[in-house]
Nanobody, 122 residues
């Protein structure tokens, strides 16, 4: 499956963005989908994950209460709504698909999107 992430941009602290991850080549519905992010000079880190039906989600502690992951299998898409953004949220955000349940490590992903840059100014 091919993943295309989009929706990044420049936003002021306290603002919001919605990232999209759209699949092509194969239906996304059988896959768990996660968002990871990588800030300059840091390792790629888990952000959020959603199960294939959308009934289960999990979030990194740093984004709980601010970010919401959702999916629309009819549109072959997963979204990450990011509210109350902070400068420390600045990173390249990647979506990833996996056949495993509720992944939290990048090594567990089977497919990756190309990344979309989110920059939060103070």
């Amino acid at each position: 499956v091919q993943l295309q992430a989009s929706g990044g941009g420049l936003v002021q602290a306290g603002g919001s963005l919605r990232l999209s991850c759209v699949a092509s080549g194969r239906t996304l519905s059988p896959y768990t989908v996660a968002w990871f992010r990588q800030a300059p000079g840091k390792e790629r880190a888990f952000v959020a994950v959603i199960s294939w039906r959308g009934g289960n989600t999990n979030y990194a502690d740093s984004v709980k209460g601010r970010f919401t992951i959702s999916r629309d299998n009819a549109k072959n898409a997963v979204y990450l709504q990011m509210n109350s953004l902070k400068p420390e949220d600045t990173a390249v955000y990647y979506c990833a698909a996996s056949t495993q349940l509720l992944i939290s490590r990048s090594s567990m992903a089977d497919y990756w999107g190309q990344g979309t840059l989110v920059t939060v100014s103070s």
